[in-house]
T-cell receptor
Framework: QKEVEQNSGPLSVPEGAIASLNCTYSDRGSQSFFWYRQYSGKSPELIMSIYSNGDKEDGRFTAQLNKASQYVSLLIRDSQPSDSATYLC????????????FGTGTKLQVIP | GAVVSQHPSWVICKSGTSVKIECRSL??????MFWYRQFPKQSLMLMATSNEGSKATYEQGVEKDKFLINHASLTLSTLTVTSAHPEDSSFYIC???????????FGPGTRLTVT
């Protein structure tokens, strides 16, 4: 079992729709969860962090966390073509080494 | 805030030579920096964790004598790829932690091509 699992996609959504990106993780000790966006050929950019069960909203982005199910998701409302990128899920590592574990990412394509 | 720079942004070197990549936190002090490598169409692979003033912690399978990491100050970490070979060609990205948070902010990356 992979430590962090994401559907590689591509996930195609029409412009203006809601994009839903999902992630499951195996480390039950993970306490912090992050979503990064990576455009092709660029480095990742932090877009959301969530630490408690439930929802966290920031602009068009909503992160959802369910620690019991070891599941975290990212919703993007009113998707724009500029949202087309790979989204990386990154739970913290509980081994005390201050690091996070990156998933392989879901490629999102927003169709104009 | 939380800006991380990397230099150079791209480098081409000949097989057998060494290349140094610098990673700087511009507007904050970073006690911990991370070095990643990313091959085309693959995810980030953590190479090592670098703590200021101490030896880097390398991930399993990463040769510490080949990838030398120095975190000399709270704003600068360097990665030296020694005796580079074509298989070391990759996108090298550093990141830095802000305070005690697990949040990491990434530099723009360095694209290394070894001929």
């Amino acid at each position: 079992q992979k430590e962090v699992e994401q559907n590689s996609g591509p996930l195609s959504v029409p412009e203006g729709a809601i994009a839903s990106l999902n992630c499951t993780y195996s480390d039950r000790g993970s306490q912090s969860f992050f979503w990064y966006r990576q455009y092709s050929g660029k480095s990742p950019e932090l877009i959301m962090s969530i630490y408690s069960n439930g929802d966290k909203e920031d602009g068009r982005f909503t992160a959802q966390l369910n620690k019991a199910s070891q599941y975290v998701s990212l919703l993007i409302r009113d998707s724009q073509p500029s949202d087309s990128a790979t989204y990386l899920c990154a739970p913290s590592h509980s081994g005390g080494y201050q690091k996070v574990t990156f998933g392989t990412g879901t490629k999102l394509q927003v169709i104009p | 805030g939380a800006v991380v720079s990397q230099h150079p942004s791209w480098v081409i070197c000949k097989s057998g030579t060494s290349v140094k990549i610098e990673c700087r936190s511009l507007d904050f002090q970073a006690t911990t920096m991370f070095w990643y490598r990313q091959f085309p169409k693959q995810s980030l692979m953590l190479m090592a964790t670098s703590n200021e003033g101490s030896k880097a912690t390398y991930e399993q399978g990463v040769e510490k004598d080949k990838f030398l990491i120095n975190h000399a100050s709270l704003t600068l970490s360097t990665l030296t790829v020694t005796s580079a070979h074509p298989e070391d060609s990759s996108f090298y990205i550093c990141s830095a932690r802000v305070g005690h948070s697990y949040e990491q902010y990434f530099g723009p990356g360095t694209r290394l091509t070894v001929t």
